[in-house]
């Protein structure tokens, strides 16, 4: 196999708590890349996991930033990234989606499709990303196993093609049997999940699985497969990579059921990566000339190297150590020479990389998210989906002479996109305004400078709720200040420099809207004004 058609990127996106975290894990168990699975327990404070390495991750246990995980598996080079699934932390989750050619959908099969798994899913649709799903908890209490397809289709308008079927549910959760290859795979629990379930491998007809089945869990379990193969829908790899059908896995993360068959299905079924827009057209993997984006920026991820790494999804071409490329944020000329491959907080020395791969850069202050690297300067791609932020807050500093490191911690963070930081027009004090998409980034940004910089810092509650930005006619209109602005209406500027102007409620941005018809209002900045 050539060094592209051995990739295989993707994400794995759901609602938070679905079990995309203990899935990531237990891939890598599967995929040889852990010996013995960070025992995820009841006890959410003693999870440790390779890719909730963040210690507010650990302590919450609840993912906060996506990890990157490269790692082998039969011939395959495998980059997957997990992510967090809490909406507060949405634009990471965006940017990832990003840098993925596919996505594992983990539902909990309790709860079926929740809130930020559709939110989730309309994003892969845009970008047409194939998506497998995982029906994840079947070990609990679940939903029957036809109503969760049929809602794929009725909720995601997506075709379901389910690759195997579950074996009882709940306490009688024994397996899954698998339709394309017609074997079922029964399983046995081992404690804690740590090391790979004993499965035993049967024909459909087996006693055997009569004997260790409940009488009614069996009776439904061979209806329903009958039903399944009657209803004759063949599995259709072309409309699978269109991301029109997705092939449905079920399984228990924890307990190791399923997981191997979801890891080998998806390495079979899934497409290594394709070509992708960029300012020229698309651009093949093909591509002689080394291409690729910068999808993001993390610091102190390693105690023991306090810098930052920015993460480069590989487009086109051939990455090699020390190579010179064009940097698309400064029009200059980078060597990038400390490449590593990335495995949680784990990086180790990497000295070329191809299409689909994710390299992690050290030592660039100049990188940002969204650039471009490339040996060809007229390449530059435009993927990163940006948020208006819907909540704001001062923080300050209240030790004076922590301003240095306070300054600093800000700094990177804001890099990493984890708050930005807007100014308002004559405002009182220096005071940096903060604004995120949810007021969980916040306590991160608390959290961190804390932690990694050794800093307090209060929150004061800024009075606005909305951020809207103005063209160059709509700014000047409203420079004079003769311009009645409201109460609690102010003008400020992005961390860009272009003018936004905040409104405390959304009646003061209707009111606004109507009284000052002349003046336009967009959601986002206007890009090239
Ligand atoms: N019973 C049962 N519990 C599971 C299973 N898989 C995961 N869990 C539990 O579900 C909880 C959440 O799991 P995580 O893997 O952290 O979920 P997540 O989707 O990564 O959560 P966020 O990253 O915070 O969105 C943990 O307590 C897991 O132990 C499963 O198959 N069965
Ligand atoms: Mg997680």
Same mark, same amino acid.
């Given at each position: 196999m050539n060094e592209i058609a051995r990739r295989r990127t993707f994400a794995i996106i759901s609602h938070p708590d679905a079990g995309k975290t203990t899935l990531t894990e237990k891939l890598l168990l599967y995929g040889g890349a852990l010996h013995l699975a960070g025992? %995820?327990?009841? *006890?959410?404070?003693q999870r440790a996991t390779a890719s909730d390495w963040m210690e507010l991750e650990k302590k919450r246990g609840i993912s906060i930033s996506s990890t990157v995980l490269q790692f082998d598996y039969n011939g395959f080079r495998i980059n997957l990234l997990d992510t967090p699934g809490h909406r507060d932390f949405s634009e990471d989750t965006y940017r990832v989606l990003t840098a993925v050619d596919a996505a594992i959908m983990v539902i909990d099969a309790g709860k079926g499709i929740e809130a930020q798994t559709l939110k989730l899913f309309? %994003?892969?649709? *845009?970008?047409h990303i194939p998506i497998f799903t995982f029906m994840n908890k079947m070990d609990r209490p679940s939903r029957e196993p036809l109503e969760l397809i049929d809602e794929l289709e009725k909720v995601l308008g997506l075709k379901p093609f389910p690759v195997n079927w579950p074996m009882g549910s709940g306490k009688?959760?024994?397996?899954?049997?698998?339709r394309l290859t017609k074997q079922a795979h029964m399983f046995e629990r081992t404690p804690g999940g740590a090391f790979r379930a004993p499965v035993e491998v049967s024909d459909?007809?087996?006693?055997?699985?009569?004997?260790?089945?409940?009488p009614v869990s069996y009776r439904n379990f061979i209806e329903e497969v009958g039903m399944l193969d009657l209803a004759g829908t063949e599995y259709s790899a072309e409309e699978v990579l269109a991301g029109e059908t997705t092939?449905?896995?079920?399984?228990?993360?924890?307990?190791?059921?399923g997981i191997q068959l979801m890891l080998d299905g998806f390495v079979e079924h899934s497409a290594a990566p394709g070509p992708r827009d960029a300012s020229i057209g698309s651009i093949s993997p093909e591509l002689p000339a080394f291409s690729g984006f910068i999808f993001k920026i993390q610091g102190n991820m390693n105690p023991r190297h306090r810098d930052k790494v920015a993460f480069v999804r590989v487009c086109s071409g051939k990455f090699t150590r020390d190579m010179n490329v064009h940097h698309s944020g400064t029009g200059k000329t980078v060597r990038l020479s400390n490449s590593n491959k990335l495995f949680g907080q784990e990086r180790e020395t990497v000295d070329e990389a191809w299409p689909g791969d994710i390299v992690g850069l050290v030592g660039h202050q100049e990188f940002q998210i969204g650039d471009t690297l490339t040996e060809n300067p007229a390449i530059v791609f435009d993927e990163i989906p940006r948020f208006p932020p819907e909540c704001f807050t001062f923080l300050y500093n209240p030790i004076p002479s922590k301003f240095k490191p306070f300054r600093m911690g800000l700094?990177?963070?804001?890099?990493?996109?984890?708050?930005q930081q807007f100014s308002v027009k004559d405002a009182p004090s220096s005071t940096p305004l903060l604004a995120a998409v949810g007021p969980l980034q916040f306590e991160v940004t608390q959290y961190r400078l804390e932690a990694e910089y050794g800093v307090q810092s209060k929150l004061e509650p800024a009075p606005w709720q909305f951020v809207r930005w103005l063209d160059k006619e709509g700014a000047a209109l409203l420079a004079g200040g003769s311009v009645h602005l409201g109460d609690n209406v102010r003008l400020g500027s992005d961390p860009a420099g272009n003018p936004v102007i905040f409104f405390p409620t959304?009646?003061?941005l209707?009111?606004?809207?109507?009284?000052?018809k002349k003046i336009n209002l967009f959601e986002l900045a206007q890009r090239g004004v």
């Amino acid at each position: 196999m050539n060094e592209i058609a051995r990739r295989r990127t993707f994400a794995i996106i759901s609602h938070p708590d679905a079990g995309k975290t203990t899935l990531t894990e237990k891939l890598l168990l599967y995929g040889g890349a852990l010996h013995l699975a960070g025992t %995820v327990t009841a *006890r959410k404070n003693q999870r440790a996991t390779a890719s909730d390495w963040m210690e507010l991750e650990k302590k919450r246990g609840i993912s906060i930033s996506s990890t990157v995980l490269q790692f082998d598996y039969n011939g395959f080079r495998i980059n997957l990234l997990d992510t967090p699934g809490h909406r507060d932390f949405s634009e990471d989750t965006y940017r990832v989606l990003t840098a993925v050619d596919a996505a594992i959908m983990v539902i909990d099969a309790g709860k079926g499709i929740e809130a930020q798994t559709l939110k989730l899913f309309e %994003v892969c649709r *845009r970008r047409h990303i194939p998506i497998f799903t995982f029906m994840n908890k079947m070990d609990r209490p679940s939903r029957e196993p036809l109503e969760l397809i049929d809602e794929l289709e009725k909720v995601l308008g997506l075709k379901p093609f389910p690759v195997n079927w579950p074996m009882g549910s709940g306490k009688d959760f024994r397996g899954v049997y698998d339709r394309l290859t017609k074997q079922a795979h029964m399983f046995e629990r081992t404690p804690g999940g740590a090391f790979r379930a004993p499965v035993e491998v049967s024909d459909i007809n087996d006693r055997h699985i009569k004997d260790k089945m409940e009488p009614v869990s069996y009776r439904n379990f061979i209806e329903e497969v009958g039903m399944l193969d009657l209803a004759g829908t063949e599995y259709s790899a072309e409309e699978v990579l269109a991301g029109e059908t997705t092939p449905v896995f079920f399984g228990s993360a924890v307990n190791n059921f399923g997981i191997q068959l979801m890891l080998d299905g998806f390495v079979e079924h899934s497409a290594a990566p394709g070509p992708r827009d960029a300012s020229i057209g698309s651009i093949s993997p093909e591509l002689p000339a080394f291409s690729g984006f910068i999808f993001k920026i993390q610091g102190n991820m390693n105690p023991r190297h306090r810098d930052k790494v920015a993460f480069v999804r590989v487009c086109s071409g051939k990455f090699t150590r020390d190579m010179n490329v064009h940097h698309s944020g400064t029009g200059k000329t980078v060597r990038l020479s400390n490449s590593n491959k990335l495995f949680g907080q784990e990086r180790e020395t990497v000295d070329e990389a191809w299409p689909g791969d994710i390299v992690g850069l050290v030592g660039h202050q100049e990188f940002q998210i969204g650039d471009t690297l490339t040996e060809n300067p007229a390449i530059v791609f435009d993927e990163i989906p940006r948020f208006p932020p819907e909540c704001f807050t001062f923080l300050y500093n209240p030790i004076p002479s922590k301003f240095k490191p306070f300054r600093m911690g800000l700094e990177q963070l804001i890099l990493e996109g984890v708050v930005q930081q807007f100014s308002v027009k004559d405002a009182p004090s220096s005071t940096p305004l903060l604004a995120a998409v949810g007021p969980l980034q916040f306590e991160v940004t608390q959290y961190r400078l804390e932690a990694e910089y050794g800093v307090q810092s209060k929150l004061e509650p800024a009075p606005w709720q909305f951020v809207r930005w103005l063209d160059k006619e709509g700014a000047a209109l409203l420079a004079g200040g003769s311009v009645h602005l409201g109460d609690n209406v102010r003008l400020g500027s992005d961390p860009a420099g272009n003018p936004v102007i905040f409104f405390p409620t959304p009646w003061a941005l209707r009111y606004f809207s109507d009284t000052h018809k002349k003046i336009n209002l967009f959601e986002l900045a206007q890009r090239g004004v």
